[in-house]
Nanobody
Framework: QVQLVESGGGLVQPGGSLRLSCAAS????????VAWHRQVPGKQRELVAT???????YYAESVKGRFTISRDNAQNAVHLQMNSLKTEDTAVYYC?????WGKGTLVTVSS
């Protein structure tokens, strides 16, 4: 059974940073594309960033230059470093590995 458990969310002021982590079990992330999505209540889920097995990355235009996705195959974990956070980054962030999804972690950017 695949489990993806996100952590690292919380309340941060605009301009601040957070690092989200996703611990995977039941799946080897080294063999799949991993990604982070986010969703604001009442709005469509949005793809934030992806990281392929070969190391290619994709970022949504809204986070390019501020967010960095990475994977640690030895720890079977995925991370999202978020810098220069804006109020519009407030959302529930979901980790995805292959076709499996975590339950999400809430990020709130507010002064």
């Amino acid at each position: 059974q695949v489990q993806l458990v996100e952590s690292g969310g919380g309340l941060v002021q605009p301009g601040g940073s957070l690092r989200l982590s996703c611990a995977a079990s039941g799946i080897r992330i080294s063999i799949v594309t991993v990604a982070w999505h986010r969703q604001v209540p009442g709005k469509q889920r949005e793809l934030v960033a992806t990281h392929t097995r070969s190391g290619n990355t994709y970022y949504a235009e809204s986070v390019k230059g501020r967010f960095t996705i990475s994977r640690d195959n030895a720890q079977n974990a995925v991370h999202l470093q978020m810098n220069s956070l804006k109020t519009e980054d407030t959302a529930v962030y979901y980790c995805v590995a292959g076709i499996d999804w975590g339950k999400g972690t809430l990020v709130t950017v507010s002064s």
